[in-house]
């Protein structure tokens, strides 16, 4: 049977985390793996987590499994995170999940096993998994505009151009915040006419919500969720805590599905069923830190107050790269970096002058010139502007 089995494509991202950890050079600097990192080039616990963990070793009194679904705090407490204080509990079915990755994979497998012939709609460009997920799960996928290489903005009349061609019951998957790879998101009104569309088409917003507080703060970053939340009458939210709460490694997600109240129960049994078959119960460390934290008004302002730094600190990077490549270049043709939010943006320069800057220069990047904004800090912004002049001379 073994001997059947085919070699997959290496994985492009941790490829590159592999030639980096390979690459003697001292100054080398990794912008591909996508984890926030200080000034030291530490990813850090964050304050909370470590109360919260020293508390939960104190208190807890068994590692007996939890529920299928995960906690009911921890489903309330992100609930209430992402879609404020008012969210409708009775529209809401819920399940714990490992990761934001493990929401994803459960929102396809819900929308396989409720509409099978359903079509998922990614934006062009969108996080490698999404599209790499699907395509295993056999399920139909196209695509919609959504980045403008000339601007690095948002390519918004081809998107709302392509959407309005969505068939009734299809899956539109939207960045709730902070797109990955580009960095580019709608304003306020743009999410508002993508509400209208939506709605006018009948298809199902599934959110993928990874970097909530990376942006514009955590309740601007969850207000283009809410506005759909609120419009449409069934959504899918796709959310991870790994980057927020600064808990890769404990793959902590959840997947909420709303609709209607009458349907909860019927929905939250598929959700469960979807568990059982993939990995019974979820995992339990990082959801109860979370739980934790958001639920004791000490460690909830600790948290957000460690939260703003580290997303002011992303955006002083990005300010100080977009200036540092307007002076080495001349031009301000990289100016739309200090516009983009979240972890990410695209350079817009091309695979050779990617792999000069891996080769000559020790700086890692993915080949379509993502670069992570948070692996960087205030020694190497000019080291990174000095050597993407270089290369695109």
């Not at 939260?307 to 790269?321: A, D, G, H, I, K």
Request: with cysteine.
């Amino acid at each position: 049977m073994l001997s059947a089995l085919k070699p997959q494509p290496a994985d492009k991202i941790l490829q590159l985390i592999q030639m980096y950890r390979d690459d003697p050079r001292e100054a080398k600097i990794d912008l591909g793996v996508g984890v926030y990192k200080d000034p030291t080039g530490l990813t850090p616990v964050m304050r909370a987590v470590k109360a919260a963990e020293a508390k939960l070793w104190q208190t807890e009194t068994t590692k007996t499994y939890t529920g299928l679904a995960g906690e009911p705090a921890y489903a309330a407490a992100m609930a209430k995170m992402i879609l404020g204080e008012d969210a409708a509990a009775d529209r809401i079915a819920a399940i714990a999940t490992p990761g934001g990755t493990g929401a994803i994979r459960q929102a396809l497998e819900l929308i396989k096993l409720a509409s099978p012939e359903a079509t998922v709609w990614l934006s062009n460009p969108t996080w490698p998994n999404h599209p790499s997920i699907i395509r295993y799960l056999g399920i139909p996928m196209r695509e919609y505009r959504y980045f403008d290489a000339e601007t690095g903005g948002v390519d918004f009349d081809g998107m709302m151009a392509d959407l309005a061609g969505v068939k009734e019951g299809d899956v539109v998957l939207l960045h709730g915040c902070c797109h990955n790879p580009t960095g580019a998101n709608p304003n306020a009104v743009e999410w508002a006419a993508i509400a209208d569309v939506l709605e006018k088409t009948g298809a199902i917003p599934l959110i993928d919500l990874a970097y909530q507080g990376f942006g514009d703060g955590l309740e601007e970053d969850a207000a283009a969720t809410r506005l759909i939340a609120a419009r449409l009458p069934e959504v899918l939210i796709a959310a991870s805590c790994s980057k927020n709460f600064g808990i890769y490694r404990e793959r902590t997600g959840v997947l909420m599905a709303l609709g209607d109240p009458a349907l909860k129960p019927t929905v939250q049994a598929n959700l469960n069923f979807l568990n059982r078959q993939n990995f019974s119960f979820p995992p339990d460390h990082g959801a109860r830190l979370v739980t934790m934290i958001l639920t004791d008004a000490e460690l909830t302002a600790d948290w957000k107050s460690e939260l703003e730094e580290v997303r002011l600190n992303m955006l002083t990077l990005r300010q100080l790269l977009a200036d540092a490549l307007r002076a080495e270049t001349g031009s301000d043709r990289f100016g739309f970096i200090g516009q983009h939010r979240g972890m990410f943006s695209r350079l817009g320069i091309t695979a050779d002058q990617v792999e000069r800057l891996r080769s000559e220069h020790g700086i890692y990047m993915v080949g379509d010139s993502r670069l992570n904004i948070a692996g960087l800090n205030r020694n190497t912004v000019p080291v990174l502007a000095r050597a993407v002049a270089q290369v695109i001379r």
